[in-house]
C-alpha cells in the first residue's frame, strides 16, 4: 500500500501526533520515512508596519536551522527505536507547499502525513500553514493529524 512516507515535522504538538502515526503506518506496512523540517524564513517587513521579528537575520536563520536538526533528530531516534528505516532531509525552500510536494515526488513518497495546529482561516493566514495547500495541490494523499486526535492505536 504505502512504501515510503513523508512525515513532515515541525515545532507544534500535531507534528508529534503526525511522527507517531507516520511511525505506526511504517511499522505496520514495513514502509521506510522520510522525515522532512522547513525552515523558518526571516520576516520581510511591510510597509507602514512594525517589524514582528527583533533578532538578526543571521541569527533568525542560525536558530532555525538548529532548531530543525534538533526536531529531525529526534523524529529519527523515534523511528529507529521503532526499528523503522527513517531519513530526514531539512527543506530550505520559499514555498513550503511547493517544496514539500517537489520533496515528496523527488523521494518517491506514496503518501505525506502532516500535522496540523487548527485555527481559524485567519490563524492559519498569519501563521502560514501548508496544509490547505498540501490537500489541494499534492499528487498523493494527505494525512492530516491534530494535536487532541492522540497517538495511534497499537
Not at 5 to 21: K, M, N, T
Not at 62 to 81: K, P
Amino acid at each position: 500500500m504505502y512504501h515510503r512516507i513523508l512525515v513532515v515535522v515541525a515545532d507544534h504538538p500535531s507534528s508529534q501526533v503526525a511522527i507517531a502515526h507516520g511511525l505506526g503506518l511504517a511499522q505496520a506496512l514495513r514502509a521506510e520515512l522520510v522525515f522532512t523540517h522547513a525552515l523558518h524564513h526571516y520576516p520581510l517587513a511591510v510597509a507602514d508596519m512594525p517589524p514582528v521579528v527583533t533578532i538578526a537575520p543571521d541569527d533568525f536563520a542560525r536558530q532555525s536551522a538548529e532548531l530543525g536538526a534538533r526536531l529531525l533528530a529526534e523524529a529519527r531516534d523515534q523511528a529507529t527505536a521503532a526499528g523503522v528505516t527513517a531519513h530526514a532531509l531539512v527543506l530550505d525552500t520559499v514555498n513550503d507547499v511547493d517544496g514539500i510536494i517537489a520533496l515528496a515526488r523527488e523521494q518517491a513518497c506514496d503518501l505525506i502525513v502532516v500535522g496540523a495546529e487548527g485555527g481559524n482561516a485567519l490563524v492559519r493566514l498569519l501563521t502560514g500553514s501548508a496544509v490547505p495547500g498540501l490537500i489541494s495541490r499534492a499528487a498523493v494523499p494527505v494525512m492530516v493529524c491534530h494535536a487532541h486526535d492522540g497517538p495511534p492505536p497499537a
